[in-house]
Every structure is written in C-alpha cells, then in structure tokens.
C-alpha cells in the first residue's frame, strides 16, 4: 500500500470520530519537499462549513491529527499547518519501517482493469527501424510497470499482414526474381532482394521482426494476424453488416460511410471505397471490438505523432460496437532522429537503406538503447547520440546508473559485515535526505503508471544514483563503529534493491560488477 493510502486512512478515522461531514481525504505529495514528505487541502474543503479561514483549521486540526500518528509505526511524525495545508513530515524511523518491509515494492493496487496493451505493430514489409525502437522500448517498459503496480496486462503486436502495402512488396519481390524494374510504388530496400529465396517472404520479415525484438528483451503475449483473425473469418465484413443493419451508416457516391459523428468525431468515415475495397479503419473497428470480446476492458495503444487524427475515429467505432464496455488509450510518440558525432545519420554504411533497430542493438547494446529510448516522454522529439550512448563515463545516463549499482554490489560483496538498520544511529544529513528519496520510489512507480510515463522510472534512478554518489564522497561504510557500518551499509543495499527494480522495469540489466 502507498504511503499516502495509510495516512489518509488515519486521516478518514480522524474525521469520523470527530463527527465531521466530509469523509474522504485527498493527500498529494507537495511539489516543494521541504514542505513535508505529504499534505493533505483539508482545511479547504472544511472552510464553508466550520465559517473559518483554511490557515485556522489547518492549525487547528494539525495538532487533534497529530494524535493518531502516535502508533508504533508512525511515531514521530510531524503534523504542521502551513498556508492552509496540513503537511506531514515523517521521521527516520519510518523510513527504516518502510524500506525494511517484506512486501515493500510489491502490488500497489487491488484489482482493476484487465489491460490490453498494443504496441510496435509494424507492417512485415521490411525490418524495424528505430522509430519502432523508441515504440517497442516504452511498450515494453509500460507494461513491467503496470504490472509491477497490480494490473492485470497482457501485450499484443497486431500484425497488418493483409492489404495493399502487403501486395505493393509481393510484387516487388516478384519483379527482383525476374529482373525487371521495382514498380514506382513499391519497395525497394536491399532485403527485398534477400526475400526472393524464400517461400514465404512475408512469414520471414515477421521471424526477423520477432528476432529482433527478442533481443531487444521485448516478448509480446500474442502476435495478431490481422490476415488469419479478420480477413479470412470475415470479421471485418461481420462488423460492417452490423453497423449497416444498426442504421449507423450511408451511401454516398458509392462509398459506404460509417455515421462516425454520431459517436463524437468530427466527420462521417468511408468504410467501403468507391472501387469495393474496405479501408484499414473498416479492419481496426472489427479489430478493436474483437478486443473487447476477448474480455479486455482498457485498450491501450502506442501510435506514432502521425495517427493524431486517427483517434476519434476508432473511439468512435468502438463506442459504436462495445458501448460503454471498454475504454480506449492512445499514447502519441514522436519520432526519433540519430546523431553520430554530432551528425544526424540517416543510412546504414551496410546497406545503404535507413538505419534499422538491429544496428542500433549491435552497435550500443540493448541496454543503452533501451535507456535512452524510454528516458524522454514519448511526446517529446528524441535526439539519440549514438557515441554518448557507447560511453563508459557519468556522463552517459546509463552507464552512470549501472555503475552506481555494480559499486554499491562492490562494496557489499567486500564488507565482513550484513547490511542491518540500527534506529539509535544518528543520521547525516545526505543519508536521510537518501532514505526519504529511497522511501518515494513506489510513489514514482505508481505515478509512472497512472500516467502511462516510463520516463519517470530513468530520470528517478539517475537521480537515485547521483544521491549514492554524494552519500559515498561523504560518509564511508567500513568505519571502526560496527553499527554505524552496519547502518550504512544497509542504507546502500536499499539503494541497491531499488536501482535493480528500477532496471528491471526498464528492461534492463543490473550488472554486479562492471
């Protein structure tokens, strides 16, 4: 349980005992820390009925709430009024309680959606650039979070193995064989050409796409056919038929449109085409619903800054097909460009072609290039240095994170003694300003989650980690004074356990030694 829920709860019990009107309290964690570790605008919702100023009540209620934080675990918090707010500062002892918890880290929420989560979903008409990277980073690290926090997830890569940019590299396969022009529409990479030996070109590019991404620490629940679930079982028909017989659409000028306004977008949606074909809307409506049908409540999908336009429609579709059923999520990404000394590069030396996410992986690593794809927010332009990312230095992000893990695991691994919390010790000013920082990391992780935000998880270990550097420059672990030994080193194993979670949302490695 978050530190904010067991304050509130005392909190709530404060207010029915006492007799007050208002039953539920909301506690935030301040924006300036030195106000309090968190605070509680109850003052303000009070100040209509009690006819007083909110500064009063604060200073009022401050010191009656004081006294329901005299139990074994709370004791010693510090409950002030200030500006209306009533803060709560918590004292070293809880912070030894909390971060000593068995189940500390661990299920933050009870219950809640069933979550589908949809990402990549690249066309298997060539390999995954790194665009695809940044998309297959964030999914990925999205859905570790969610499910660190308690949230049933489950990962889908839907595969457009049908349409028209499927047939456009059929045929410039076919023209490869026979050594004729690529048509001007169609596609002309150097692996089109490593595509011709095989039978199946289409199944290829999704083993290599899979591979990739296998290396990548990416692995998806389902990898959706949109050609074997929707085409061939004539899904998408079904779901035009249904919407047809619903009265939720028209002809007009022999295009069949779908009244989407009905349903909040801004205009009116073809699902049939003049010529007969059905549109890629008509097969993300059959396949949206499937979802629902598949026992999903939230529908989360990461789409590229392009599809901006493309929301409100398939809202639409879904309001039109499952109701109120399910509720769907899409988070918008910018696209990536890459830097190599200070020069954007935009092809590979090797091919010839675009940069692909493989390259990115062979040159830097997963685990750099997971960082850094995942460290900005995903509405955010991201400029990825290549050569920053090679570094063995501080000032590459994430070689300054797994440095300050293997260190910490360096020092353990040489101490002859156990890490072990000793109350009486007193404290330096870095190592509780360490421990309270420590103590908010399942604040962060739940707020990463709430807001679908990874980024949050990288800039909260950079600094965690920047944290146990001024700790180690200011107070040395094996002292003569055995306890105080003991004491910080088992400040630093907490830093450890929380820089390996940390990783591990991200998907990446804690290294024990570097």
Same mark, same amino acid.
Request: net charge neutral; aromatic share 10%.
């Given at each position: 349980?978050?530190?904010r829920?067991?304050?509130?709860?005392k909190?709530?019990k404060?207010?029915?005992d006492?007799g007050?009107?208002?039953?539920?309290?909301n506690?935030?964690?301040p924006k300036?820390?030195?106000?309090g570790?968190?605070?509680t605008?109850l003052?303000?919702?009070?100040?209509?009925?009690?006819k007083?100023?909110?500064q009063?009540?604060?200073?009022?209620?401050?010191?009656e709430?004081k006294?329901y934080?005299?139990?074994?675990v709370f004791?010693?918090?510090?409950?002030t009024?200030?500006?209306?707010f009533?803060?709560f500062?918590?004292?070293?002892e809880?912070?030894i309680?909390?971060l000593?918890?068995?189940?500390f880290?661990?299920?933050?929420?009870a219950?809640?959606?069933?979550i589908?989560?949809?990402f990549?979903?690249a066309?298997?008409?060539?390999?995954?650039?790194i665009?695809?990277?940044?998309w297959?980073?964030?999914g990925?690290?999205?859905?570790?979070?969610?499910q660190w926090v308690?949230?049933?997830?489950?990962?889908?890569?839907y595969?457009?193995?049908?349409?028209v940019?499927?047939?456009k590299?059929?045929?410039s396969?076919?023209?490869?064989?026979?050594?004729?022009p690529?048509?001007?529409?169609?596609?002309?990479?150097?692996y089109?050409?490593?595509l011709v030996?095989?039978?199946?070109?289409i199944q290829?590019?999704?083993?290599?796409q899979?591979?990739?991404?296998?290396?990548?620490?990416?692995?998806?629940d389902?990898?959706?056919s949109?050609?074997q679930n929707?085409?061939?079982?004539q899904?998408?028909?079904?779901?035009?038929?249904? *919407?047809?017989?619903?009265?939720?659409?028209?002809?007009l000028?022999? !295009?069949l %449109? /779908?009244?989407?306004?009905?349903?909040? &977008?801004d205009?009116?949606r073809v699902?049939?085409?003049?010529?007969?074909e059905t549109?890629?809307?008509?097969a993300d409506i059959?396949?949206?619903?499937?979802?629902?049908q598949r026992?999903?409540?939230?529908l989360?999908?990461?789409?590229?800054?392009?599809h901006?336009?493309?929301?409100k429609?398939?809202?639409?579709g879904?309001k039109a097909m499952?109701?109120?059923?399910?509720?769907?999520?899409?988070?918008?990404g910018?696209?990536?460009?890459l830097?190599?000394?200070?020069?954007e590069?935009?092809?590979s030396?090797?091919t010839?072609?675009?940069i692909? *996410?493989q390259?990115?992986?062979?040159?830097?690593?997963?685990?750099? !290039?997971? %960082? /850094?794809l995942?460290?900005?927010?995903? &509405?955010i332009?991201?400029?990825?240095?290549?050569?920053?990312?090679?570094?063995?230095?501080?000032?590459?992000?994430?070689?300054y994170?797994?440095y300050a893990?293997a260190?910490?695991?360096s020092i353990?691994?040489?101490?002859?003694m156990?890490?072990?919390?000793?109350?009486?010790?007193?404290?330096?000013?870095i190592?509780f300003?360490?421990?309270?920082?420590?103590m908010s990391?399942?604040?962060?992780?739940?707020?990463?989650?709430?807001?679908?935000?990874?980024?949050r998880?990288?800039?909260?270990?950079?600094?965690?980690?920047?944290l146990?550097h001024?700790?180690?420059h200011?107070c040395?672990v094996?002292?003569?004074?055995?306890?105080?030994?003991?004491?910080?080193?088992?400040i630093?194993?907490?830093v450890?356990?929380i820089?390996?979670i940390g990783?591990?949302?991200?998907?990446?490695?804690?290294?024990?030694?570097?």
């Open positions: 349980m978050l530190i829920d067991l304050i509130r709860k909190c709530e404060f207010l029915k006492n007050y009107t208002l039953a539920v309290c506690i935030e964690v300036d820390r030195s106000l570790d968190y605070s605008n003052a303000f919702l009070l100040a209509k009925d009690l007083k100023a909110p009063q009540i604060a200073e009022d209620l401050a010191k709430i006294l934080f005299r139990d074994k004791k010693g918090t510090q409950v009024a200030l500006r209306g009533i803060n500062i918590l004292p070293k809880f912070c309680y909390y000593s918890k068995e189940d880290s661990k299920n933050l929420i219950g809640g959606d069933k589908l989560l949809e990549v979903s066309n298997p008409t060539g390999p995954l650039h665009g695809h990277g940044r297959a980073a964030l990925d690290s999205l859905r570790r979070i969610l308690g949230y049933e997830v489950s990962t889908e890569f595969i457009n193995d049908a349409g940019q499927i047939e590299l059929k045929e396969i076919e023209a490869r064989k026979q050594g004729i690529v048509p001007e529409d169609g596609y002309n990479g150097s089109v050409k490593e030996t095989f039978a199946d070109p290829e590019l999704i083993r290599r899979q591979e990739t991404l296998r290396q990548f620490r990416v692995k998806f389902n990898w959706y949109e050609k929707l085409q061939d079982t899904e998408v028909a079904k779901t035009i038929e249904w *919407l047809t017989d619903k009265g939720f659409t028209y002809k000028e022999g !295009a %449109f /779908f009244r989407t306004t009905s349903f909040g &977008d205009k009116d699902l049939i085409k003049e010529n007969g549109t890629y809307f008509a059959a396949y949206h619903n499937l979802k629902v026992g999903f409540n939230r989360i999908n990461i789409w590229g800054a392009d901006h336009g493309y929301i429609r398939v809202k639409a879904l499952c109701g109120d059923q399910a509720e769907l999520e899409v988070l918008l910018q696209l990536v460009t830097y190599q000394n200070g020069v590069v935009r092809m030396k090797r010839g072609d675009m692909t *996410l390259e990115v992986i062979e040159k830097i690593g997963a685990d750099a !290039a997971r %960082f /850094f995942v460290m900005k927010s995903a &509405d332009h991201l400029d990825f240095d290549l050569e920053l990312a090679k570094k063995k230095s501080n000032d590459n992000p994430v070689f994170v797994q893990h260190r910490i695991s353990i691994r040489k101490s002859n156990l890490p072990v919390y000793h109350r009486a010790v007193e404290l330096k000013e190592e300003k360490l421990l309270k920082f420590l990391f399942e604040e962060e992780v739940f707020t990463a989650a709430q807001y679908r935000e990874p980024y998880i990288a800039h909260y270990l950079i600094e965690l980690s920047g146990f001024s700790f180690y200011e040395k094996n002292v003569e004074d055995r306890k105080l030994s003991e004491n910080r080193l088992a630093i194993n907490s450890k356990n820089l390996g990783l591990g949302l991200m998907g990446i490695d804690a290294p024990e030694r570097m």
